[in-house]
């Protein structure tokens, strides 16, 4: 076993085959090991691991029970990960099967997306490549956050592993024939109220669907961190914009947390969601607030910005915005308006945060 220290992180290299002929001196050297590095995380690699039996998970759960803390295994082969994962050890221990390698090159781009493009694999597959300012652990997030929202009932592409190619790390999904949103409205005006009135009625059923326990994040959270990296907390407008969070009522419905027209896929008689990284439970207020962003607001200090997005004028934003939130809030006149106040409030005042944030962001980078 070949044992590697760096960063606060031992990595434990398991070889060949583990079984009742030398899981006694693995199981020392272990030890010897995790003796000298108390206060480290513990990661197991098994990229050269071909096979491990009973009496060698059992070392496992010893190092676990000892650590009294989650241990990672990594580099996982099929043929392992079979073994782990019947033994139900996939369930006790953070297992990180080994990423396969995907060539992208000939393969037809399909669309872009918020943070990477998609290509076409095969008849069956398609991959999200991600830009290159986007790290693997966010990656996995995304990937995880995906699940966990089609468990939950959120129509969402099914998302297969992470995986690298020649462009960078990728998620794999499954290919439908479909096209966002923009798409559709772009080259079929003439259905822009038919899909408001289905788009209205699908965030309906996102904003019903409930998430349980903590598997995703709370989306306030994403704004009170805002407000502690800024540490100004008396200042009128953080304070203004921290009450308006505060005063939102939680909730543990689904949000996307950067729901835009891109970021929704349309086939057939079905609307399927992309980009899943944002993905949070919370008020629908918060998608909300990003789709009037979105269609209405950013506009308005960055003329172009519908047409360079999503293909069409800030006009038919508008409209598109206009006919769905009048299905989405019932045709209620008078909860409309107000609500629609709301949300240039509330776009006004993150704006500036967020500007602010930035300013503060590249004083820390200068110095």
């Known amino acids: 076993m070949v044992a590697n220290l760096v960063n606060g992180v031992l990595t434990l290299e398991l070889e060949g085959r583990i079984d009742s002929n030398n899981v006694a001196q693995l199981e020392n050297e272990i030890i010897s090991e995790l003796a000298m590095a108390e206060n480290f995380d513990i990661v197991f690699d098994a990229l050269h691991l071909t096979y491990i039996s009973s009496a060698g998970l059992r070392v496992l759960l010893k190092v676990k029970k000892k650590l009294k803390k989650p241990v990672k295994i990594i580099n996982v082969t099929d043929e392992v990960f079979d073994i782990l994962d019947v033994t139900g050890f996939t369930e006790i221990l953070d297992v990180e099967r080994i990423m396969r390698v995907i060539s ?74 479909m096209k966002s949103l923009a798409y559709a409205i772009a080259h079929e005006p003439q259905k822009m109220q038919e899909l408001a009135d289905r788009f209205a009625e699908f965030m309906k059923e996102l904003h019903t669907t409930e998430i349980m326990g903590n598997k995703l994040p709370d989306i306030k959270d994403r704004y009170r961190e805002w407000i502690e990296k800024l540490g100004d907390k008396d200042d009128s407008q953080t304070a203004m914009f921290s009450n308006i969070i505060a005063s939102i009522p939680d909730s543990n419905m689904y949000v996307h947390g950067d729901i835009n027209l891109n970021s929704v896929m349309v086939r057939d008689d079905e609307m399927l969601l992309l980009d899943m990284a944002g993905s949070a439970h919370g008020n629908s207020l918060f998608d909300l607030q990003g789709l009037f962003a979105s269609l209405v607001a950013i506009e308005r200090s960055d003329e172009g910005y519908c047409r360079r997005n999503y293909g069409v004028s800030s006009q038919i934003c508008i409209a598109f915005w206009n006919a769905f939130f009048k299905k989405y809030m019932n045709n209620k006149e008078q909860e409309i308006n107000s609500m629609n106040e709301l949300l240039a409030k509330y776009y006004v005042l993150k704006q500036r945060i967020l500007l602010k944030l930035e300013s503060k962001n590249n004083v820390f980078a200068e110095n």
Do not use: H, W
Not at 129 to 138: A, I
Not at 143 to 151: D, E, I, N, P
């Open 104 to 177: 992208i090159r000939g393969c037809k781009k399909i669309s872009s997306a918020l943070n990477g493009e998609i290509f076409q694999l095969s008849e069956d597959e398609m991959i999200k490549v991600y830009g290159s300012d986007v790290t693997l652990e966010e990656i996995k997030k995304e990937r995880s956050y995906a699940q966990t929202a089609l468990v939950a009932g959120i129509p969402t592409l099914i998302p297969y592993d992470v995986v690298k190619t020649e462009n960078g790390y990728g998620i794999v999904f499954e290919k439908a024939e």
